[in-house]
């Protein structure tokens, strides 16, 4: 994965935008858009757009940085954490996503794993160049499968600070000429261990992290919102799952490490969430990696798995 | 024996640990006096901290005839404590019979405060920094600080700093319901969210304890503080207050079968064998304790009794959060550290008070401390640390049976103890040694010995 994205040149077409675009702007069109591919028949190419989107100079704003560490349980320093610059450049993501010659629709998409390189520390005084574009479109046994990667710089710096690579599943489409991979083989049943932090998640957790992250996705506000595009209830952003797990990881990480995370079913709001941390020490006792699993500890369904390692 | 790479010294002289190291003088314990402990919402639900150290303070100035006395510094803490109670101990003595000239200061390490004011003061004694100190400390389960919302402290704060009325009027906007909700303290561990109880659950079932053990165990607590309480024991070590004269929670009439009959609270969600009750674990409770310490001098100067002298202690930490030892696992590395340096072990010790947080953790510290891997590969010994006599832990009941207000536990314990020791050492005449041990919050643990005089 690493060499295939982390060199940093693409062939992609930049194309710069004169300040982030609104989110909820997105949202809106990207319904529009789903109600037009309704209407008109869906989108037949399987090509993904050439073009990346990027924006120069992005600024961060430290009250929104300090409620987002708080939420989390990162102590308010003045780096970044590694899930809010993935917040900062989502709306980038979206917007790749949102284009007309994307060929998948964009809302109703699951986020499938997340993966992080954050090789330099990035603080709050830092401007930002961030870029975003779409790859690697191929089949899932539900349906289909892209990668968002997305890159973060000090402005005018050539060299990335940020690297992320977000899988999304667009579930039940299926795209001619892009094949269905034969069914995964069957994941050894997950088996509950000793937690070592239980998580009491309150109804407005969805809202609090739309808050500070700036993702309104109805799905994650509350049930009413949520119920009208077909979920049960609110369920919580995958990011801020993982980013909890990664400010649970605590400072053995350090400050260039690689973050993945792979989500397996979704956290409905209220609950609890049990998380086991496993720390893999080096022949010297050296920190080496941490492995995080959440589950249900009601049903013993794992929510997400992933995993924090030495860079 | 070598832990973790220090060497120890032997003790002065055979006999005696107290003789001294050159230079320091002897820290010794006068007595102690304590109000009986309360169960929450109960005899003391109305009593402030403030109030309830004052009681324990005053009885023990009448005790030992304190009153106008100006005392070297008296530090006491509480663990549930209100921010209008940031010089709590400074305001006890100002309503207390001491002279107003008495300094005093807060101390707060979870429920190791009261024993660590002990190890602070009597090193102060030691040192020939004061001649005299009283230790302390105080809990209400009851009577605990409220917090306002997030919301609203932070719509309260940047009123206070707003300048014009349109900026208030912006500010209180922001205000929702919710934000009206008070938030009541809890018992979870800040960086895991697992409860005190649900984290020794995980090591309960990690020492396999069983739940038969357990109830043996508060049992024995009850009895044993029946029997002292019958005998008089406390006779001189506590003042009745608002109408209780024995801890509220005790329980002469219990039995194992009774115990048996309770339901497991504790790790009933955490995939482990649930085990721990209510009868085995300690309730919240309201109380506070006091320790008159002093130098050898002031206390002959004043005609005081020296029941016994601190000799040394040790704080020990364990790395918790990801699992590596359990919350309360900390005293087990701390005793084996502290008997090395007075090179003891455990046959030298003639009392031992390991603070009953839960039956299962006194039981789960027994175990490590007799499991010979656990001792080689984490304690760095060559074998087990070895086995605790069960007819010398806890002989007058501890906090399963007296309750457990946080701060105030360590004065409970060391009070009785150097009490009892003077007992054994005059009836032996030889010198008694009694260890302590607190466990608490965040991974920590305070251990000290005592021995008679």
């Known amino acids: ?311 | 024996m070598s832990i973790d790479g220090q060497s120890t010294a032997g003790p002065e002289e055979a006999g005696s640990l107290t003789a001294g190291i050159p230079g320091l003088r002897r820290a010794v314990i006068v007595g102690g006096n304590r109000i009986p402990f309360a169960r929450a919402g109960g005899a003391y639900a109305k009593s402030a901290n403030l109030d309830m150290l004052t009681a324990a303070l005053d009885g023990l100035i009448a005790r030992f005839g304190l009153q106008d006395e100006r005392i070297g510094e008296v530090a006491a803490g509480a663990v549930l404590k209100h921010s209008r109670d940031f010089n709590l101990t400074r305001e006890a003595v100002l309503g207390s019979a001491l002279s107003a000239e008495t300094p005093a200061y807060d101390l707060q390490q979870a429920c190791a405060t009261g024993l660590e004011t002990v190890v602070g003061l009597a090193n102060k004694i030691k040192l020939g920094q004061i001649d005299s100190a009283v230790a302390g400390g105080v809990d209400s389960a009851s009577d605990a600080p409220v917090v306002v919302s997030e919301g609203l402290r932070e719509v309260i704060l940047d009123l206070s700093r707003a300048k014009t009325l349109p900026q208030r009027l912006q500010i209180l906007s922001r205000l929702r319901p919710k934000d009206l909700a008070p938030l009541a303290p809890g018992t979870a561990e800040p960086r895991t969210g697992l409860s005190m109880g649900e984290h020794q659950a995980l090591t309960t079932a990690q020492w396999k304890i069983s739940r038969e053990a357990q109830d043996e165990l508060a049992y024995n607590s009850h009895r044993n503080l029946a029997a002292a309480y019958d005998s008089g024991f406390f006779d001189d070590l506590l003042t009745p207050y608002r109408g209780l004269s024995r801890d509220g929670n005790l329980r002469a009439d219990t039995s194992l079968e009774k115990l048996a009959t309770l339901k497991p609270v504790f790790g009933k969600n955490l995939g482990a064998d649930a085990t721990m009750t209510a009868g085995n674990s300690t309730p919240l409770t309201d109380g506070a304790s006091t320790v008159l310490l002093a130098s050898e001098a002031w206390a002959d100067a004043h005609d005081l009794p020296k029941l016994a002298a601190v000799v040394d202690a040790e704080a020990a930490a364990v790395d918790f959060v990801h699992g590596k030892d359990g919350l309360l696992m900390a005293p087990v590395f701390a005793v084996p550290r502290l008997l090395a340096r007075q090179g003891l072990t455990l046959a030298d010790i003639d009392f031992f008070e390991i603070h009953e947080a839960f039956a299962a953790t006194v039981l789960s510290t027994l175990a490590a401390w007799e499991d010979e891997e656990f001792c080689r590969t984490r304690l760095g010994l060559e074998g087990a640390f070895g086995s605790v006599d069960r007819s010398r832990l806890n002989v007058n009941g501890s906090s399963l049976a007296a309750g457990h207000p946080f701060a105030a536990t360590g004065g409970r314990i060391v009070a009785s103890l150097a009490k009892q020791l003077h007992a054994k050492g005059s009836a032996t005449g030889r010198p008694a040694r009694g260890l302590v041990s607190v466990c608490a919050a965040g991974g920590q643990g305070v251990v000290a010995i005592l021995e008679s005089l």
């Open chain 1, 1 to 311: 994965m690493r060499a295939e994205h982390g060199g940093g040149m693409t062939s992609a077409r930049p194309v710069i935008l004169g300040e982030m675009p609104s989110l909820s702007k997105l949202y809106v069109n990207a319904a529009a858009q789903a109600a037009r591919r309704r209407l008109l028949g869906t989108h037949d190419g399987t090509a993904l757009p050439g073009e990346s989107h990027e924006v120069r100079g992005v600024a961060v704003d430290v009250a929104t940085l300090t409620a987002y560490q708080h939420l989390i349980g990162e102590t308010a320093s003045d780096v970044l954490p590694a899930g809010f610059i993935h917040a900062l450049a989502f709306p980038l993501a979206m917007s790749v996503m949102n284009r007309d010659d994307f060929p998948l629709p964009l809302l109703g998409m699951i986020h499938l794993r997340n993966s992080v390189e954050q090789r330099i520390p990035v603080f709050f005084t830092d401007a930002l160049d961030i870029t975003a574009r779409v790859e690697n479109l191929r089949g899932h046994r539900a349906g289909t499968q892209v990668d968002v990667i997305a890159e973060v710089r000090r402005a005018g710096t050539a060299e990335i600070c940020w690297l992320g690579i977000s899988t999304y599943l667009a579930k039940g489409v299926f795209l001619p000429g892009i094949d269905k991979p034969s069914p995964a083989p069957d994941r050894a049943e997950f088996k509950v261990p000793d937690p070592t932090a239980l998580w009491h998640l309150g109804v407005d957790t969805g809202r609090a992290y739309a808050a500070v992250s700036g993702d309104f996705n109805p799905i994650h506000l509350s049930v009413l919102s949520a119920k009208a595009l077909g979920m049960r209830r609110s369920i919580a952003h995958g990011m801020y799952l993982a980013s909890r797990a990664l400010a649970d990881v605590g400072p053995s990480r350090g400050d260039s490490f690689a973050w993945e995370v792979d989500f397996d079913a979704p956290v409905f709001l209220p609950c609890r969430v049990a998380l086991e941390i496993t720390t893999v020490e080096g022949s010297a006792g050296a920190w080496c990696r941490s492995d995080f699993v959440a589950w249900n500890p009601r049903s013993g369904r794992r929510h997400f798995h992933g995993s924090v390692s030495a860079l």
